[in-house]
């Protein structure tokens, strides 16, 4: 049977509707790929006075750049195992990312109007999907993980010949940023500042929160891809940067 007798049974789409699976796939695949070879790296992720964000905060006596020496040496493993599940939970345990790559990966479904690829469904009734619902706990434990990163930013205006900024000032900055976007944007955040109420009426704080917080929340996808994208380049940056790979451009 054909390529397209087989599409057509799926859907009656004449359009390229696989493209969108396609390169999620494609997007969060390379991501994985690299956040993990990138973590089990143990090296390269310091160059004065940038911090990888993939080993931010660096929690282990062994750390090129040492901010909360917690777990001794670790074993000689990569500090980045000790936060990274932090972020990396969030992210996978995000509403849109659900979304993605429940699509994308799973084809459940791939697009409207498309066939499942499975023959039942059960959503996230079942392990291991049922364990989505920690996503709230998640959104806590990143605001710390986030307040580091913000002082990695704020680190990075400190040269060793004083005050300064450098290209991967700005990047650190923007890293932050984006990363703030997308926490505040989601869908946790925007039930905390608004959930649990019958009426804003006597709540007019939080109404005014929750609507900047829904704002935000519209761009939520687009936030996530961007910060997504934003955080690999900024690990790549100073990668380089340490390496020797590349020379930082200095401002002031």
Known sequence: MSS??????????????????????????CFALYSTWAALQNGDYYAAPYLSPFYSPCLAINCEHVSVPIFGTWYNWSPAILILWI?????????????????????????????????????????????????????????????????D??????????FGIGLGTLVLIANATLLSLYSFSCHSCRHLCGGGLNSF???????????????????????????????????????LLATGVIQDLRFI
Not at 153 to 162: E, K, L, Q
Not at 213 to 227: G, P, Y
């Open 87 to 151: 972020p990396g939970g969030f992210r996978l345990t995000c509403y849109y990312y659900r979304k993605a790559y429940y699509r994308s990966f799973f084809w459940s479904p791939p697009a409207c109007a498309v066939r499942d690829a499975a023959s039942s469904y059960s959503g996230e009734t079942r392990f291991p999907f049922i364990l989505q619902n920690v996503h709230r706990y998640f959104f806590w434990m990143s605001l710390p993980v986030l307040a580091f990163l913000w002082w």
């Open 201 to 239: 009426q006597a709540a007019a704080g939080r109404y005014k929160l929750w609507g900047i917080v829904t704002k935000l929340n519209e761009k939520h996808m687009q936030i996530a891809w961007v910060s997504l994208v934003w955080v690999g380049l900024t690990d790549v940056y100073v990668r």
């Open 153 to 162: 930013a704020f680190i990075a205006f400190r040269f060793a010949d004083g």
């Open 4 to 29: 397209i007798a087989i599409d057509s049974k799926r859907t009656l789409r004449q359009d390229l509707w696989w493209l969108e699976p396609l390169l999620v796939v494609l997007g969060l695949g």
